[in-house]
């Protein structure tokens, strides 16, 4: 399969190529930036376009011949909320560029779409939604994933592209440095401390968080990705599974962790940021995934099992 992973430089995309490559794939990442410390393993494996997802002329080029694209290239919401105006360019005109070049490409070029949980929101949402909950998205980035949502249904009803989109939670644990997502903190008071670093921790200890682990959220992704469309039916959009779980259960499970693997911690300094709070706390802290588990999407056993795996493959 002729495979772009836009974004695909990140940290989600390199996994996705990762696991496209050991299958044949042939995987371009197409990306505005190239990581300083290079592509690692991937190195010769993937070609590289380097680009803005805003620019029509080169994403059209990019798509001509491909089976399928997973589009990750995003701002992230803390990013998105301190800059409306190149959320929106990035976000949803870059969004509906890759979908259109996606139709000209041929309705059954297959988009994939990494929506989040950042597209609930309300003081009257319930703390657990399910597939039919309303979105209210109560930061910019929340609704240009929400737009996205809808209007991927929707190319996908009129039979212009072959749509699949998944909410994430989030995604721990990310390796090397945070990005500029308000819930990059989840990480971060695992990844810090392990490597020997203080953690300015911005949200309250006891705050409750859904988080998922980046193996399982990859082959969930790559699931969706070979799922037939019929599978789908008339909404693309599916949940993918998570974990509940809390900031305290974090810290004490890397803990608990490290003490038996002989590893000294760094520092936890709680450091409240107020708009990180606003954001993470206007999210759902439990979110039906039964759709994503039919789908072939799997779950993740444990947190103690996600943090032991970051270890074995970064620390
Ligand atoms: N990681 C998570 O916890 C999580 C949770 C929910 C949703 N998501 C979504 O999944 C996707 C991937 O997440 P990630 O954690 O890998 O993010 P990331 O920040 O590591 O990667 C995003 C990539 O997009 C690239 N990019 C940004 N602007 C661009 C532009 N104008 N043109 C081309 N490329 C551009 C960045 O350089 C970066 O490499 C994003 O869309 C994100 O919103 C991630």
């Not at 909410?167 to 903190?185: D, E, H, Q, Y």
């Amino acid at each position: 399969m002729k495979l772009v992973i836009t974004g695909g430089c990140g940290f989600l995309g390199r996994l996705i190529a990762e696991q496209a490559i050991k299958r044949g794939d042939d995987v371009t990442l197409f990306d505005i930036a190239t990581p300083p410390d290079g592509l690692g393993a991937l190195d010769g494996h993937v070609k590289v376009t380097v680009g803005d997802i805003a620019d029509a002329a080169l994403v059209h080029d990019l798509m001509s011949g491909a089976d399928a694209v997973v589009h990750l290239a995003s701002m992230v919401s803390a990013g998105a909320e301190a800059d409306f105006d190149a959320a929106m360019r990035i976000n949803l005109d870059g969004g509906r560029i890759i979908l259109e070049a996606a139709r000209a490409n041929g309705p059954q070029t297959k988009v994939l779409f990494t929506s989040s949980l950042a597209i609930f929101g309300s003081a009257a949402m319930p703390a657990y939604v399910d597939g039919m909950t309303r979105p209210v998205p109560q930061n910019t980035y929340g609704m240009t994933k929400a737009v996205m949502e809808i209007l991927i249904n929707d190319m996908s009803r009129k039979g212009y592209l072959d749509g699949r989109v998944a909410r994430l939670p989030t995604i721990i644990v990310r390796p090397g440095k945070p990005n500029t997502a308000a819930s990059s903190f989840a990480s971060g008071v695992i990844r810090e401390p392990l490597m020997g670093d203080e953690c300015q921790l911005p949200v309250a200890r006891d705050m409750s968080i859904m988080v998922g682990g980046y193996r399982t959220c990859v082959a969930g992704l790559m699931a969706l990705l070979d799922a037939p469309a019929s599978a789908f039916s008339d909404d693309r959009v599916v949940n993918l599974p998570n974990l509940t779980t809390s900031v305290d259960a974090m810290i004490s499970t890397t803990q608990t962790i490290a003490a038996r693997r002989g590893i000294t911690l760094g520092p936890i300094t709680d450091t409240p940021d107020e708009t990180v709070r606003a954001i993470v706390g206007s999210w759902p802290t439990g979110m039906d995934a039964s759709r994503a588990l039919a789908l072939g999407c799997s779950a993740d056993v444990s947190l103690d099992a996600i943090i032991e795996t970051f270890i074995d493959d970064y620390v």
